[in-house]
């Protein structure tokens, strides 16, 4: 069970990672209708992570009753896990998200850039994971697949917008892809608790996403008029908690009222 367990927290802190920095464009947005854009993906993954947790914190706590443990509770733990301690709680090494997910926003072309590859990935995951053998995790993915189907949308108009506009624009995008690029390669870097959970039929072996995810990029780079980067090397270690400063400075704010209120609900 810790297998499908620690899966489902990836899923969780990707999408909870990645939703917590778009919801830092709220109020600062471009324009009020792509404020109120970027807003609702934030709320759309932050939703897609809810489901994760108390479905995780559900396998937790009974892998829990099953084994009869006697061991003394961490922080946080006192009256089982939920979805709250699961995403306030845990400490950075802790979190299996991708690395790309917690880069900065930096300006626009480099978020929507950054939501692009994402969501390629998530569209094609969330596919393949409507297969899968564990009722909880198929239904999840099928509600979140008409999410991320927009979200890809969005950001791929975006893309081909800011990358066939302007020359100011279009140096935007290729600044973004030199800043980004180098994390796209850990989103189909197989884990032992990706591969447990595929092996078993119940997650995906992210691996087989790759020439999909790449195919999807050029053409949308082709159309945008960008160059397709190769031979890059490639920043890993986000699926199994070694992060950057990043990820630090996103907890210290995600998890700050929690921390010093315990208990805190709203």
Not at 32 to 59: C, H, K, P, S
Not at 67 to 83: C, F, H, I, M, Q
Not at 229 to 247: A, D, I, M, R, Y
Request: glycine letters at 6%; charged letters at 25%; hydrophobic letters at 35%.
């Amino acid at each position: 069970m810790k297998g499908l367990i620690d899966y489902t927290l990836h899923l969780a802190d990707d999408a909870l990672i990645l939703g917590h920095r778009d919801s830092e464009w709220c109020g600062h947005g471009p324009v009020l209708e792509q404020d109120i854009a970027i807003t609702n993906i934030a709320l759309d993954l932050i939703g897609q992570a809810r489901n994760f947790y108390q479905y995780a914190a559900q396998l937790i706590n009974e892998s829990k009753r099953s084994e009869g443990s006697n061991v003394s509770p961490k922080r946080g733990d006192l009256e089982g896990a939920t979805e709250d301690t699961l995403a306030y709680l845990r400490e950075r090494h802790e979190f299996k998200n991708c690395l790309l997910t917690e880069q900065s926003n930096g300006d626009w072309a480099k978020t929507v850039l950054r939501q692009f590859f994402f969501s390629v990935y998530q569209y094609f995951l969330y596919q393949e994971l409507q297969n899968s053998e564990d009722i909880q995790l198929s239904a999840i993915a099928e509600k979140s697949l008409k999410e991320v189907t927009y979200h890809l949308r969005w950001s791929s108009e975006w893309v081909i917008r800011l990358g066939d506009g302007s020359e100011e624009s279009c140096q935007r995008m290729m600044n973004a892809i030199d800043e980004l690029w180098k994390y796209t390669g850990e989103l189909f870097e197989v884990t032992s608790y990706e591969l447990e959970a595929a092996s078993e039929n119940v997650g995906i072996d992210p691996s087989s996403l790759k020439p999909k995810w790449e195919k999807k990029v050029k053409e949308i780079f082709t159309e945008a008029t960008l160059p397709y980067p190769e031979n890059v090397f490639q920043e890993t270690g986000g699926k199994e908690g070694k992060h950057s400063q990043n990820l630090v400075h996103i907890l210290a704010e995600l998890q700050y009222i929690q921390r010093a209120y315990p208990h805190s609900v709203w």
